[in-house]
């Protein structure tokens, strides 16, 4: 039988946007689309061949553009849809791919669907969203949201709950209506009208549910316990990723990415490969190697060192080398900043530290995803007070870090460490322009790495195989398509490690070149 296999979006270097403070063009000290097209030179030079941006559709902004209340027209805090028409033909111009953020798993409860379903039970739109009938007085069941606080709401007047899996204010879809599915499938079909290339599919792996237990057994002083094993991976989600393959991502020819925490890899089959949904999904497995167990409590902190990430990364790549692709990275929109997650001290945060952790994702096997501000070495920002966030997960953290018996000092250093705020801080342009003129910059090294990759094919092709004979602080990795070795070594010690055996044309490096020896944080590159 002739292979299914989606190759889709294996040659892009995708570039991440968070609109709202990206680049603010009419100095309203919010980011927008116009800002977005004015960057375009900035992101071709950059190297970069498609864009992903965050959502930008008509929102209320509780998850900051994460609840959308119409899928249909733009927030006007970003632009219009003629603006973002602009950008899709203006990027297009440029070689550059448009990738939408897509959302099913929840709306706005301001969409017009919720709206409807709640002013009128009887309505068809009802059982778009999950409703329940008290039970003995009580919520139907204890679990905890992932935002903190139970995934019940009462709906006023009634003895009646809705479920949402993030913010009260994102009820989550019915997926087992199939009318609620189709309207989904033709906005779909509506955004690749539009001239995009794809979409990244926002916690698509929390579409199935499991709703019939009540009481669970508590993982907290708050009386809830994790929502995550009864709403996400869910037993019997596999039938609707078919479907959405088969109804729009493979007649539209999407490129398609798919946020999926936690999939466990016997189960990639269902989202990458050939019969899988999606071309390439994100791996989360080696990302919250700093927090402990899987309920992902930010306060929960742990113990690691470079070799178990080393190990987490090496397994992720043979696990999904087995199946399909992925998307490759190190930062996003919901993550801390990645030069303060692996490098905890200060006067460790340099142009070394910044580029050995550049080196080390980029060229594994996979699309390499650059987050905005990433390619310029941008740090966290210390906030001072709970109230400084504007990001809902923060907030609910700290009351779960504070139920748990932390102190209010305990919990803000612990917000501080892991807030999405973090990654959410406006773009320095002037810092951009520093660094475009400076030769031994971040910004330069990253200009460095997307020409390499699109020099060697064998970072694209290649079969990927991990190293561990450098010694236990060094990420070393070879890619292989046949004709062509690209072995790359990554130092992560501050001592000099030395490599015996190793030659080749040197295609790539963030400090000079020591024969036989890497120097702490040290990234090099070998053609063999
Ligand atoms: C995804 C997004 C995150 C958002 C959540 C709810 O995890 O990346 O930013 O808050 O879904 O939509």
């Given amino acids: 039988m002739q292979s299914m296999e989606n190759y889709r979006g294996r040659e892009e270097i995708v570039y991440q946007v968070y609109p709202k403070s990206f680049c603010d063009s009419d100095g309203d000290d919010i980011g927008d689309l116009k800002g977005i097209t004015e960057k375009l030179g900035y992101l071709k030079d950059l190297g970069i061949t498609m864009l992903w941006i965050c959502p930008v559709y008509a929102s209320p902004m509780d998850d900051n553009g994460y609840d959308i209340s119409d899928y249909y027209s733009m927030n006007p805090m970003f632009g219009t849809m003629d603006e973002m028409e602009q950008l899709i033909h203006e990027a297009g111009r440029k070689g550059i791919k448009i990738m939408m953020d897509l959302v099913l798993n929840h709306t706005s409860d301001e969409h017009e669907w919720f709206r409807k379903a709640l002013a009128d039970p009887q309505s068809k739109y009802r059982d778009y969203y999950i409703f329940e009938t008290l039970q003995n007085g009580?919520?139907?069941?204890?679990?905890?949201?992932?935002?903190g606080g139970s995934v019940w709401e009462p709906v006023p007047g009634t003895d009646e709950y809705y479920f949402h899996s993030f913010s009260k204010k994102q009820p989550d879809l019915n997926w087992e209506n199939k009318e609620m599915r189709s309207e989904l499938y033709e906005m779909i079909r509506w955004w690749m009208n539009k001239g995009i290339a794809g979409f990244r599919v926002d916690a698509i792996n929390f579409i199935k549910k499991d709703l019939n237990a009540s009481v669970i057994k508590p993982d907290g002083k708050d009386g809830l316990a994790s929502c995550f094993p009864y709403t996400r991976n869910v037993e019997g989600i596999q039938k609707f990723l078919k479907e959405m393959r088969k109804e729009v991502f493979e007649p539209c020819g999407c490129i398609t990415v798919s946020e999926a925490v936690d999939v466990p890899y016997s189960e990639l089959g269902n989202y990458i490969g050939d019969q899988g949904c999606f071309s390439?999904?994100?791996?989360?497995?080696?990302?919250?190697?700093?927090?402990?167990?899987?309920?992902?409590?930010?306060?929960?902190?742990?113990?690691?060192?470079?070799?178990?990430?080393?190990?987490?990364?090496?397994?992720?790549?043979?696990?999904?080398?087995?199946?399909?692709?992925?998307?490759?990275?190190?930062?996003?929109?919901?993550?801390?900043?990645?030069?303060?997650?692996?490098?905890?001290?200060?006067?460790?945060?340099?142009?070394?530290?910044?580029?050995?952790?550049?080196?080390?994702?980029?060229?594994?096997?996979?699309?390499?995803?650059?987050?905005?501000?990433?390619?310029?070495?941008?740090?966290?920002?210390?906030?001072?007070?709970?109230?400084?966030?504007?990001?809902?997960?923060?907030?609910?953290?700290?009351?779960?870090?504070?139920?748990?018996?932390?102190?209010?000092?305990?919990?803000?250093?612990?917000?501080?460490?892991?807030?999405?705020?973090?990654?959410?801080?406006?773009?320095?342009?002037?810092?951009?322009?520093?660094?475009?003129?400076?030769?031994?910059?971040?910004?330069?090294?990253?200009?460095?790495?997307?020409?390499?990759?699109?020099?060697?094919?064998?970072?694209?092709?290649?079969?990927?195989?991990?190293h561990r004979e450098y010694g236990k602080d060094v990420v070393a990795y070879e890619r292989n398509d046949g004709f062509t070795r690209i072995l790359v070594l990554c130092n992560f010690s501050k001592i000099r490690q030395e490599i015996k055996n190793v030659d080749g044309k040197i295609l790539l490096s963030n400090q000079p070149v020591i024969q036989g020896f890497l120097e702490p944080f040290q990234v090099i590159v070998i053609k063999k």
């Fill in 138 to 147: 009580c919520p139907p069941s204890n679990l905890r949201s992932v935002f």
């Fill in 280 to 466: 390439m999904m994100f791996d989360f497995h080696y990302t919250n190697f700093d927090l402990e167990g899987n309920d992902e409590k930010w306060h929960k902190r742990k113990d690691w060192t470079m070799e178990e990430f080393r190990e987490l990364l090496f397994e992720s790549q043979e696990e999904i080398q087995k199946t399909g692709w992925q998307g490759l990275f190190i930062e996003n929109h919901d993550q801390p900043r990645a030069v303060n997650k692996f490098f905890p001290f200060k006067e460790d945060q340099t142009y070394e530290a910044s580029t050995v952790l550049a080196g080390m994702y980029f060229f594994l096997r996979g699309t390499p995803f650059i987050y905005q501000g990433q390619e310029l070495g941008v740090k966290n920002v210390w906030r001072d007070s709970i109230e400084s966030f504007d990001d809902i997960e923060s907030r609910g953290q700290y009351e779960t870090a504070l139920s748990d018996g932390c102190t209010k000092e305990e919990a803000l250093y612990y917000i501080n460490l892991r807030s999405r705020d973090n990654a959410r801080q406006m773009i320095d342009w002037e810092e951009a322009g520093r660094q475009e003129n400076d030769k031994k910059s971040v910004l330069s090294f990253y200009k460095e790495m997307t020409a390499l990759r699109k020099r060697e094919s064998c970072l694209v092709q290649g079969s990927f195989k991990p």
